[in-house]
């Protein structure tokens, strides 16, 4: 099987509980029967903020386009495009955007059950 879709394709989601209009696009997804791993589009306007959390999976995450603050384990990591990073699961992690532009990044997860 395979599948191609452009993101503008994908509808664009609010964040629930995020600050600032954070959308996410999810572009290859277990739905569309994606086996392994879920492909997800961040976009965080200028000022948009989602809060520290946690997860039991990991996160791989890809910076398109923009700047940003990821804050793990309270540690502060900024990042800008090109800038890929690793996040191990039940790590407390969050996000803000720390930039003048859209932040965008992927983020890929393992397959939600």
Known sequence: ??????????????????????????????????????MRLFEFPVGARMAPHRHSWEHEIYVLEGQGRLTIEGEPVDTQAGDALFIPGDII???????????????IIPKRK
Do not use: Q, S
């Open 93 to 107: 992690h969050g996000y803000e955007n720390t930039g003048n532009t859209t932040w965008k990044f992927l983020c």
């Open 1 to 38: 099987m395979h599948y191609k879709v452009h993101y503008t394709e994908v509808p664009a989601e609010e964040v629930v509980g995020a600050e600032g209009g954070v959308t996410i696009r999810w572009l290859l997804h277990k739905d569309i029967g994606v086996p392994n791993y879920e």
